[in-house]
C-alpha cells in the first residue's frame, strides 16, 4: 500500500510565503508524476501545479511566478514553495502521487491522495 502524507500549512499574512511537502511511503517500485492541487468549500478540486519524472512542471495560470514545485526523488518527496501569497490562495492543499508499487511479487498502478493541508491566507 502507498501512503500520502503532506505537511507544512497553516496561517500566513497576504504578501508572505509557506512551504508545503508531502512525502509517499510503501512498497514503491517507481514514482511518476507528482503534483498538488486545492479545494475551497463548494469548489471542484483544481490543479496548482505538477512536476513529472523527468520534464518540465506545469502550473495553473493564478499560481505562474509564485508558485514552485520541486521534487526529492531519493525521498520520494514533492514540495511547493508559495511565494507572495494571496487571499484567494485560500484553500485545502492535496498532494497526489501517481506511480507504480509491488504488492507482493506483482507490480500495479496507484494514484494516491494525501488528506489534506490547510493554508489560510489573512489580510
Known amino acids: 500500500q502507498v501512503q500520502v502524507v503532506e505537511s507544512g500549512g497553516g496561517l500566513v499574512q497576504a504578501g508572505g510565503s509557506l512551504r508545503l511537502s508531502c512525502a509517499a511511503s510503501?512498497?514503491?517500485?517507481?514514482?511518476?508524476?507528482m503534483g498538488w492541487y486545492r479545494q475551497t468549500p463548494g469548489k471542484e478540486r483544481e490543479l496548482v501545479a505538477r512536476?513529472?519524472?523527468?520534464?518540465?512542471?506545469a502550473y495553473a495560470d493564478s499560481v505562474k511566478g509564485r508558485f514552485t514545485i520541486s521534487r526529492d526523488n531519493s525521498e520520494s518527496t514533492v514540495y511547493l514553495q508559495m511565494n507572495t501569497l494571496n487571499l484567494e490562495d485560500t484553500a485545502t492543499y492535496f498532494c497526489?502521487?501517481?506511480?507504480?508499487?509491488?504488492?507482493?511479487?506483482?507490480?500495479?498502478?496507484?494514484?494516491?491522495w494525501g488528506q489534506g493541508t490547510l493554508v489560510s491566507v489573512s489580510s
Open positions: 510503501g512498497t514503491i517500485f517507481h514514482i511518476g508524476d
Open positions: 512536476i513529472p519524472t523527468g520534464g518540465t512542471a
Open positions: 497526489n502521487v501517481r506511480g507504480i508499487w509491488r504488492p507482493g511479487d506483482s507490480y500495479r498502478t496507484f494514484d494516491a
